[in-house]
């Protein structure tokens, strides 16, 4: 399982990060949408690790 970043940006949008994948970097409108965005590209990267 990789791990991400979420936070709160200055425009108070959520965004979340994998830092172990450069380029990897979502926003969302909540934090949950943001949480949701980051795991679907993490499936993307990573088809067969991320079904957990």
């Not at 959520?14 to 380029?23: F, H, I, Q, S, T």
């Not at 990897?24 to 990267?45: C, F, S």
């Amino acid at each position: 399982m990789r791990e991400f970043t979420v936070y709160q940006d200055d425009d108070g949008k959520w965004v979340a990060e994998c830092r172990e994948l450069p380029g990897v970097r979502v926003r969302g409108g909540t934090e949950a949408e943001a949480i949701d965005k980051i795991k679907k590209a993490l499936l993307v990267y990573y088809p067969c690790r991320c079904e957990e």
